[in-house]
């Protein structure tokens, strides 16, 4: 639980990962650490339910150079949301899921422009 204050590295122009997360749902209340991945002395009960997320590594290279139908699979598989292939990778995906081709072009130039 080493990443709670920031995540792995990226490289070569990749963004940093994400950061550790615990969270303790008790009911209708959530308790999330101060630090974020580290606390003592957390009391749980019968039901309750702690929730642990760790990050992957950091990415590697310019994100806007992946393969838009790698994003889009990942989009299907729930890692990101349609708004994060946009901004994260400037992707635009069609209304079936699938790339569209002509907004993925125009969100990457208009980042190249800028």
Known sequence: MDHGRSGPLGARGGADGGLNKVVIERGDT??????????????LAPGDVVRVSTPGGGGYGDAYTRD???VARDVSRGYYTREDAERLFGVALAADGGV??????RL???????
Do not use: L
């Open 68 to 70: 838009p139908k790698w």
């Open 30 to 43: 959530v308790y999330r650490p101060p630090h974020r991945s580290k606390d003592q002395d957390i009391q």
């Open 100 to 105: 569209d081709a002509a907004g993925t072009a």
């Open 108 to 114: 990457r130039s208009a980042r190249a422009a800028a």
